[in-house]
């Protein structure tokens, strides 16, 4: 990883700022002759874009995207892919304020501190539209990985809104698409829209867990030892704005297990395939898939725009209160659900990839 | 990163296995003219080293480094230094029939689904003891930490074990050293210890939580958008065996707060310095440091290796019970915590080199 | 290096095809606070730019470029950098039969056989129409080398073309701008003209070799031993379509020579400096500068797009005669040499920033 | 490439000093499940051994390598091998002058400028001594490409020393290991031996050229634009000691043709194959290989130490006259040529694993 690329050999490199002419990504690495038309990305853009339901932001962007390299007749060619989407509804305004006061929870201040400036419209270069570019890029990944790995399916949603998580006992994947939470637990998601509509009015927001999994990843993918798959997961869903952990598996619940309740039991079933007695590994022994699914949960803070005054300074060093207005999410969590799929798609891209490249086709070693 | 390297400047390459003749660390990129000998390093290898107390596995490594290169007259040159060290206490013994089968939680069958063949000698390239390696290259970090930021520290410590955590109210960080747990809250170190000896009479093994802190460290370190200082973290701790799950500042704690709890409150103090209200980011904001203290927290698994007996196959897809007899940590985080140091300051130092390349000496932005 | 990007800490990836919509390049790990804005870049762009006298090719490109992120106010924000040029005088026309046909001397069949397919466009990804991408590139590389190296001049010409070399004793650095070769010796320039001329008339082409220059770089920069100065430069040049062939100093010319020939003698001057009786090293030795001139050259092979038929095969394998018609450069040496310009920028630059994250601000030790 | 480490995939790390305890390679990324052993690199490392012949250097050193890692019972594992070579024929003395005077023509008076202090033994970082770790490297690298290409064969051969070079009317590959020069022409051999007498008796030293050809390399290997086969040929020979020229094919000749003259024509053989006319291309179109030889070149310097006095400065700015005593190869152009053969096969299996990764096995498109 560089500073604004990720990936060792499906690598993406995002640009752009909030409120520029454009932003996009230029994705290098990709296999030749995979099917790839705007066609392919603009769904996965679409389920991201803001401004769908009264939860997210009410900025309308297009958020279309345009390839403007790296396709041919309908096919990659090998070469960089440029995808650009064009800012639109960056309203023009007076930020000469905005420009001189920090608000707090932003990367307003810390950018300021390290670069000496800053693009002051939007949050700039940190503002999540950013996730707009990852978004385009995966949607390439997808397109190589249906080629590559056609059994594979990559599913994101949310487990905890503030302090009130998912029943599992309730939980169902084709419910996700149902409601603007992308909860798997239709009870618990007309709670939180009961939650959500108070906060709003209150001018508050609020934090959530999302949950991302891989089905249908053969083992032996990931490599030891600082490319291990769930640091590669870990680093690429800490890199979404607004992720404050990631855990894998049983994750932080770990600590508390003992090591008999940990183990995850091996047993061959009828067909002569691994059967495991449970997923507390999140699919990842040693750095490499187990063929298991791989489970990774991050947790996303409230969204730091809110309409409630917050003491902060000014770049004179002024106290001032802060208040944010404008068109912000009240949990910035529901849209990271498409950046979290996102950002799975490239890394498992990336890592079958690398093992393609050191081991070969497919897994070496057979068991039975 | 690449499989077995990690940094960007200050470059890390592990290399060797638990039961080869050595091990140790290529380290490319240290700064010149630091002064380093094998007595700046070896203090941070005690504290990591196995058999010193009941707690650890009885393995006796002497863990003894040996500067092969990238030194003169005790000053670094600029060029590699090796750090090689020799494993002394690997007990010959037969390992066919360890060879055949697959530890439950461990990487032994994962590696063998990868490559087709795995070095099975006490888990050879997976095992815990490859994190010597990182512990003596982490020493060099230091060396060089201490001569760029002079009043930075780094302190890691466990915060809970199995389902009991300190209470922050008690915490101490004098006593850390003074238990065999690295705890600073001594009475809950007290619990833990009657814990843990009637885990290990069950042959039973538990998990852990280590917070890992950096105070000193000035604004402006880190980077936009795939090397924050966050997910460099993240990938960093993530890299250590058994962790499974990472953390920062408020954490998976965020999810449950508002925006208004959650809200890092700024002000100016009287001898005019930035004063944060409280600390929920970690010290850490869009990537880059805030100057307050980086807070860093990582879940580690129980020991995998337990002498109770869990369901697993062979090779040949046989059935079969593993109980793993030996030398084992009935809890692999205690020596966790200095590994999890070790990566703080690998990962704090090549930001400061990646800052001091992009923007020159220190942060750019002054407020006030 | 990657497939598409050049450059460690100042890094370059370019996109785009010859007949696309838009050709760029994204430049990543930019200094803050450097001003910058399209008027800085445009004039290196024209001065590679097609058409501009009838020894190069008569396509008709603006050139123009936008930059679409990365700068606020007119100065850098330390964040990437999108240059995008669009295609405007790419002619429709039918590509059905050279899409199926190999050019002698072109990518056409090695792209091919890699990926099974290749935009047959104007040469698609492989045309020498990139390198505008690396001009743009290096322009903002240049203002950054303005602000932290202010001295330093980077000049780059014509030495040779086809059998004719110049008289090192007239050469004149003035007279590079005053002739259409970027000739330092207007004799030279007369007769290459007259060459040029009749070349043309049978459709035919010819070859160069470029030098290029950079003085007023300190002593100190470059990294030993895969990181060289001169590995980079080397590797940098020859990365520019059509070269075959890179030496630095001596060169080729070293082979040659005796030790005793070959030794650059030093002595310290008047004012305290050191003084080399000679230059064989070409300013760089054991991969570092000396503080002597950056002597840098290039073969570049003549233009394979000829009027004279020349024999090759068809996709199916069908034996055939190629012509390749169009708009072409008779010596594309001569575009070439600000384009080893632009790639000499981007590597010093590079090589700066290494050098500051690694050893600080300018050399470490001094003499005398 | 980093500071100290070459290869994408394939990624070798050198590290040591001439006179430290040790030196040696880590390699990462190489293929699981290939037979090694010492006995596969210690042949090689044989080759380029010091003191086999009385035109090289009379240091003694066993070069003997050690495997400390990545290899179980006879077979790679896909985890770091660690490559030693213990250094046993450095011989103590006084290196207090040496310290403080610069030998024209090395790199002990840039080391000190960039770094501030050098380690003077033997040249420390900079000395030739650093190639065996490359050639142990590639004896690893040799192995893979055994098992990947059987059919490749990489020969290097000296082709010019001094003003003389071979004549190509007589080149025979067989006779290179028959003289001291490896030379392809016994002719020309006899008179390098003649001249070379007479130079080491006045104490001076020579330049050379050499040649490394790859032959049996499929079409479709290499990648543009900044991973190029030729560009990462070139930037590989570069980085070896005192090289000042690469080239490809006909390289800088290639200046002086015209395009007629340098189009290699295709023609479909007999076979079904294609068959080229010529080869100026030197096996790469595009940066990417044609299935043609693969001809790399490159110079040579002559070798710096030599027994006639030259004017130098000490590290004070006093004038010296600096004569080098010791051990020196007279021409040391004739142990690069292994040096050079040992770059080729890493830079093959580095660019083969890249084209496995991205396009799978094999080339894609198919002619005919």
Not at 29 to 53: F, H, M, T, V, Y
Not at 130 to 141: L, M, P, S
Not at 290 to 303: M, W
Request: glycine share 12%; with cysteine; proline share 5%.
């Amino acid at each position: 990883m560089s500073f604004n690329t990720f990936g060792h050999l499906f690598r993406v490199t995002t640009w752009g700022e909030s409120h520029g002419p454009a932003l996009g990504a230029t994705v290098d690495g990709c296999p030749p002759g995979i099917a790839l038309s705007e066609a392919d990305i603009q769904p996965w853009l679409d389920k991201r874009k803001p401004g769908q339901n009264k939860y997210t932001t009410q900025r309308r962007e297009a958020d279309a995207v345009e390839i403007l390299s790296g396709v041919y007749e309908g096919r990659t060619t090998g070469t960089p892919i440029q995808l650009m989407i064009r800012n639109t509804d960056q309203r023009s305004k007076d930020y000469g304020e905005i420009a001189r006061t920090f608000r707090p929870g932003h990367a307003d201040i810390t950018y300021y501190q390290k670069y000496g400036l800053r693009d002051p419209r939007g949050g700039g270069r940190s503002s999540a539209r950013e996730t707009a570019a990852r978004v385009a890029a995966a949607g390439v990944a997808r397109q190589v990985l249906a080629t590559l790995v056609p059994d594979l399916s990559i599913t994101g949603y949310m487990v905890q809104m503030g302090p009130r998580g998912i029943d599992r006992a309730r939980m169902d994947l084709s419910a996700i698409g149902e409601n603007p939470f992308w909860c798997p637990d239709p009870e618990t998601a007309a709670s939180w829209a009961e939650d959500l509509d108070a906060l709003r009015k209150t001018g508050n927001s609020v934090g959530a867990t999302i949950e991302v999994i891989a089905q249908g990843l053969p083992a032996g993918i990931g490599a030891p030892l600082y490319a291990k798959l769930d640091s590669e997961l870990a680093a690429a869903m800490m890199t979404i704005n607004a992720v404050k952990g990631v855990e894998i598996g049983a994750g932080f619940g770990a600590a508390a297990l003992t090591g008999v309740e940990n183990a995850d039991e091996i047993r061959i079933g009828e067909d002569g395939r691994l059967v495991y007695g449970s997923n507390h590994a999140g699919g990842v022994l040693g750095g490499i898939s187990t063929g298991q699914d791989v489970v990774v949960r991050f947790a996303v803070k409230p969204t730091s725009s809110i309409l409630q005054p917050r003491q902060s300074v000014t770049i004179d060093g002024e106290a001032t209160d802060v208040v944010t207005k404008g068109r912000h999410d009240p949990c910035v969590g529901i849209r990271a659900v498409p950046v979290g799929e996102a950002m799975m798609a490239c890394v498992l891209l990336d890592q079958i990839l690398l093992h393609r490249a050191q081991v070969g086709e497919g897994p070496r070693g057979r068991i039975g």
